[in-house]
């Protein structure tokens, strides 16, 4: 099986994998930390299951990506639409092959409209015939990180649209 080196990785990833890393050590620390000040036992266990949580989450992460399940996609954001009460929005997307799809992602997802992003997402185990696209993407746990590239130039149609 084809495997990414770590160095090999794209920079938003690295990046998201160490964050993820640290944010597991950091719950374990503050649970040390305040077990040895307040002696308090069931924060330390609390803290200890956070952090095993996201050091899980963390390595399958990383396998993810070392074993290339994972695709980009560079889109432009067209629209977002207004969070509903799932905590979810959707998302009008101009992909660089000019199709335009709607997904939904969570609100704290941070999008600007005319903005070109490129998309990581994990593939599913079985992605369909013609190879994942993002409108095969559900909404949610598949997000594996997100590239701000600057403004669009459908963007830039899209203000002069407005101010017209």
């Not at 040390?32 to 399958?60: I, K, P, R, Y």
């Not at 969070?83 to 799809?101: A, F, M, N």
Request: net charge positive; proline share 3%; hydrophobic share 45%.
């Amino acid at each position: 099986m084809d495997r990414l080196a770590f160095q090999e990785w794209p920079a938003v990833l690295r990046r998201r994998w160490i964050l993820i890393g640290a944010a597991g050590i950091g719950f374990l620390l503050v649970g040390l930390a305040v077990f040895f000040s307040l002696g308090d036992l069931v924060l330390l266990m609390l803290s200890g299951m956070l952090t095993l949580c996201t050091l899980l989450h963390c390595v399958e992460f990383y396998r993810t990506v070392r074993r290339r399940r994972y695709q980009a996609i560079e889109a432009a954001c067209m629209a977002l639409g207004h969070p509903s009460i799932g905590r979810r929005r959707e998302i009008q997307l101009l992909l660089q092959d000019g199709r335009e799809v709607v997904v939904t992602w969570d609100k704290r997802v941070n999008l600007r409209i005319g903005r070109r992003y490129r998309i990581f997402y994990r593939l599913d185990c079985a992605p369909p015939h013609g190879g994942a696209g993002l409108h095969d993407l559900p909404a949610g746990n598949l997000l594996l990180a997100l590239e701000d590239l600057g403004k669009s130039c459908a963007g830039a149609a899209i203000e002069d649209k407005e101010d017209a």
